[in-house]
């Protein structure tokens, strides 16, 4: 007797299966269902360009146990294929299975669309809100899809909508793609650590660079395991931080170099030094006014 494929299933899926589900339309009568041969379904277009192969694998194995609990909706191309407009990483998994057991999992059941059923553009927007509501998201993949959705002219009000999510929560969320953009250190750090986030990343801002990348750092490598935690750390450097610039400021002392030009006018060059750490460039700068001060007097000056 051969599995079961399709069906209602008893639990929910893992893995986020129902994230793209909650932004399909629900089949309603006339609609045509149809089991569709893997081969002639395609990923034509989608906005989201990495997937986790752990997750596809764990998602094939729910589709294993329990059937495939929402088909995936594609719309009717030419030469008999199909292109999926929703459900790539479920289409993914079912690949994987058909690999091992082809005969079992040789069709997928698809919700079919024609031209003129749906809109393109909507379609698009849908996906990337799909993409950002992936609960396994990358800061990575969120980056891309957000600043894709802001391209086609959707507004934070709009973007938050969509996401149900507050108008604050998605500008902050902006704020630390504009540092990302502007940071070439705080861009790596989002590309090579999947464990860090763009919440992670404006979390950590109030911080001077060093510091931001230390903390994302220790998030990546599992030191920090919450988001708690890392605000924690924040408040705890930006205490630190201030106490060490605040006993900084009251152990640097003003110097200044005055001399008097031949016509009269006063020169005065001030600067700070630390009494304890009096650098080699304070020293090479002290060393300059006083040849200035002595250039000075040398032409008619008074010390």
């Known amino acids: 007797m051969k599995k079961r494929v399709f069906?209602?299933?008893e639990k929910p899926l893992k893995g986020g299966d129902y994230i793209d589900a909650m932004t399909e339309k629900v089949p309603t009568t006339g609609e045509r269902i149809m089991e569709v041969p893997v081969a002639q379904v395609r990923e034509k277009s989608n906005v989201r360009q990495e997937y986790d192969n752990a997750s596809i694998a764990e998602l094939a194995e729910s589709?294993?146990?329990?059937?495939?609990?929402?088909?995936?909706?594609?719309?009717?191309?030419?030469?008999?294929y199909?292109?999926?407009?929703?459900?790539?990483?479920?289409?993914?998994?079912?690949v994987l299975l058909s690999q091992t057991d082809h005969e079992t999992f040789l069709k997928i059941k698809c919700i079919v669309k024609t031209k003129g059923e749906f809109n393109e553009k909507e379609i698009l927007v849908q996906q990337l809100i799909e993409n950002v509501q992936r609960e396994n998201v990358t800061g990575r993949d969120m980056r891309a899809a957000l600043?894709?959705?802001k391209g086609r002219g959707l507004t934070h009000r709009e973007i938050a909508e969509r996401l149900g999510k507050a108008e604050g929560y998605v500008k902050n969320i902006f704020m630390a793609i504009r540092a990302v953009n502007a940071s070439p250190e705080l861009e790596a750090v989002l590309k090579s650590h999947t464990g860090v986030t763009l919440a992670d990343i404006q979390t950590v801002r109030p911080l001077p660079l060093k510091n931001q990348l230390d903390l994302l750092s220790a998030k990546a490598e599992g030191n920090i395991t919450s988001r708690a935690r890392l605000e924690e750390r924040v408040q705890e450097l930006k205490?630190?931080?201030?106490?060490?610039?605040?006993?900084?400021?009251?152990?640097?002392k003003r110097f200044e170099v005055m001399a008097v030009r031949p016509d009269g006018s006063l020169k005065v060059r001030s600067f700070l030094v630390h009494k304890d750490k009096l650098k080699d460039d304070d020293r090479e700068?002290?060393?300059e006014l006083i040849a200035e001060l002595q250039k000075l007097l040398g032409k008619g000056g008074k010390k």
């Open 147 to 149: 600043e894709e959705l």
């Open 239 to 252: 205490a630190e931080l201030y106490e060490t610039g605040r006993n900084d400021r009251k152990a640097r």
């Open 285 to 287: 700068r002290i060393q």
């Open 7 to 9: 069906g209602d299933g």
């Open 63 to 80: 589709i294993r146990q329990q059937g495939l609990l929402q088909p995936i909706t594609v719309a009717a191309a030419e030469n008999g």
């Open 82 to 94: 199909y292109d999926i407009l929703f459900g790539h990483r479920r289409y993914r998994a079912f």
